[in-house]
């Protein structure tokens, strides 16, 4: 759908001019008047000074910590996670403005809407079902679940009857073939009635991030199996964009920058209570990259906390470097032998819990302690093959500095330790550096891409921050001749993220140099032709937002120039790893300076 025909169909200018803007954003974070601009603490990202201005004039909001802007429709779209067409309606309906819908699209729109209005009918149906049910509520007190805690996650249950939700919906005279596409009934194979889905279990209604109830997971009380059963996909349920609890904890998760990821309903729901209102489950199925990116709008740390049986370990295993390539600082929860979330909360151990979240670790410890606590480390021969697969999960780690740190952990096992740590160490760090020799010239054989079009989906999609901090940089040179000659001084072109933002600067540089003046048109005829010309005119169109602040240009420079550095340390590695770079030469003095300079940050 191109934007000329959501224009068409959607009354947007209507729409922004009916809503006030301040009154919207007010509503998730206390806005402050400071001058004749209004500032607030950005949704966003966690900062602690205000860098998120809202511009009444123009209807507009732009935050110069993490770069993102937009209008009233992309707020409530970011903070509320929500697709454009959902924060249109929402904000036409704020409005009390009618919105005329295409037939396919009107058809998809009522669908959704029967299973919610389905959906409503049966949560309500087992709300009342639990009070009737001495046993199921019995066994959620023993699972110490709180009366509030029922409430407030509108736990029910449903009887262990074969059509005791079929004939409630019946007598509210719903269809039972819609019911069937909401999954609460199963058509039966005999004769043509229709049968419970969900029979004996504690139901879990499941709630996108605004709250409607788009399925039901259902535990079974004794030992039935399956011991997790969800509903089936829907027009309103797809499983792999869905994170139990999030419409909870997504405010939590945002401010503490942290996500906590559990496996199952009741997991997430003791730790909400228990003070750990930043903590979602999977739901028992398997983490998705779309879970990852559903997170990625709240946070970019998460710490995952899966139960300690091997089923969990392996999810645990599979999950973590999906998170690594979303840009994810991710750790792994060790939880004691025996235990999950659930049954360590609910013996009352909070701070235990709070420990173990503090102290969760990278996952290549973790990899490596998975590996040492299922190795014989009493032989010599266990000690051997230990540190054989410790070296192949070192490889892994890209950071020189990283890996020595764990090598020096390592040297203890080595047959040779006795002899001294430092020949202990260096043995090891031969046996790694040869795996990834071995990688690289395996690597090396497939062509090199350029980074910028590295990912380009994941640029695509949303720019990142790093990308953000590049066009402000770039266009506050271009809108104000105050910044040019600075940010040249501080970060040359060549220095610049992107391939575009490289010529663009350049481009800049070279009119500084000769003193010719920064007009868009002749910008524009210089860069005639060049990859950088699409960006130069998304620059020129993009909103006008309020002044840049010398706070904001200062921060994009800092972003790329942290960003520049660490790509330069890690070329540099590279070749000091390949033997390119000697240390007597210039580049390992750079180098060095650059290990030092980032061991914090890398
Ligand atoms: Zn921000």
New binding site residues.
């Given amino acids: 759908m191109g934007a000329e025909d959501v224009k068409f169909r959607y009354p947007l200018d209507d729409i922004r001019t009916k809503t006030d803007i301040v009154e919207l954003i007010s509503t998730y974070v206390s806005i402050k008047r400071s001058g004749k601009s209004l500032k607030a603490l ?1 949704p ?2 966690t ?1 602690k000074t205000p ?2 201005i809202v511009n009444e004039d123009l209807q507009r909001w732009r ?1 110069y ?2 770069g ?1 802007y937009g209008d009233v429709f992309t707020f409530l779209m970011k903070i509320e996670n929500i697709t454009f067409s959902e924060a249109v309606q929402e904000l036409a309906k704020r409005a009390g403005i009618t919105i005329q819908r295409s037939p396919a699209e009107g058809k998809w729109e009522n669908d959704r809407e029967k299973l919610l209005h389905i959906n409503n009918a049966a949560a309500s149906y087992f709300s009342q079902a639990l009070l009737a049910a001495p046993h199921a509520m019995a066994y959620l007190h023993k699972r110490g679940v709180s009366q509030e805690s029922i409430v407030k996650y509108s736990l029910g249950y449903a009887p262990e009857d074969w059509r005791a939700l079929a004939g409630y919906l019946t007598s509210k005279r719903i269809d039972l073939r819609d019911a069937e596409k909401a999954g609460l009934v199963i058509k039966s194979d005999k004769g043509s009635g229709y049968y419970d889905r969900f029979r004996n279990r504690i139901i879990f209604p499941i709630q996108d991030v605004t709250g409607k109830n788009i399925a039901f997971g259902g535990r079974a009380i004794g030992d039935e199996q399956p011991k997790y059963l969800n509903s089936p996909e829907s027009p309103a349920f797809a499983k792999n964009k869905t994170l139990y609890g999030l419409n909870h904890a997504r405010k939590s998760i945002a401010q503490e920058d942290r996500a906590i990821i559990v496996e199952g309903y009741l997991d997430a729901l003791t730790a909400q209570c228990a003070g750990f209102s930043n903590t979602v489950a999977t739901m028992g199925t398997a983490l998705t990259p779309e879970h990852v990116n559903l997170l990625s709008r709240y946070t970019h740390t998460a710490v995952i906390a899966f139960d300690s049986d091997s089923a969990g370990m392996s999810a645990t295993l599979r999950s973590a470097p999906m998170f690594e390539q979303a840009g994810f600082d991710v750790r792994v929860l060790c939880m004691p032998p025996g235990n999950d979330p659930d049954s360590l909360l609910r013996e009352g151990k909070a701070s235990e819990f709070t420990r173990l979240v503090t102290e969760a670790m990278p996952v290549v410890e973790y990899r490596l302690k998975l590996l040492q606590d299922s190795s014989d480390l009493k032989s010599d021969q266990g000690k051997v093959e230990m540190l054989k697969k410790a070296s192949a999960i070192l490889a892994d780690v890209a950071s020189a500095v990283e890996r020595d740190r764990y090598i020096r952990g390592l040297a203890q096992y080595h047959p040779n330790f006795s002899g001294g740590a430092t020949r202990a160490e260096e043995q090891i760090r031969r046996d790694v550096d040869n795996q990834v020799t071995a990688r690289g010239r395996a690597s090396s054989r497939s062509p090199q891409m350029p980074r910028e079009t590295a990912k380009p989906d994941a640029v695509k999609s949303r720019p990142s921050a790093l990308t953000l901090a590049e066009r402000c940089l770039l266009k506050a040179m271009i809108m104000d001749p105050i910044w040019g000659p600075k940010v040249i001084a501080e970060l040359p072109p060549e220095q610049f993220a992107t391939s575009q933002g490289i010529t663009l600067a350049s481009a800049i540089a070279n009119r500084l140099a000769a003193e010719k003046g920064m007009a868009w048109n002749d910008l524009a005829e210089d860069l005639a032709g060049t990859e950088a010309a699409d960006l130069l005119s998304e620059l020129s169109i993009a909103d006008s937002g309020p002044d840049i602040t010398a706070q904001a240009v200062e921060d994009c420079l800092k972003r790329l120039k942290i960003h520049w550095k660490r790509q330069r340390l890690k070329d540099l590695a590279a070749r000091v790893e390949q033997g390119e770079i000697r240390s007597s030469d210039e580049e390992f003095a750079e180098y060095w300076r650059l290990v030092q300079e980032l061991h914090n940050t890398v």
């Fill in positions: 950005c966003f990202h900062e860098s998120f935050c910590g993490c993102e």
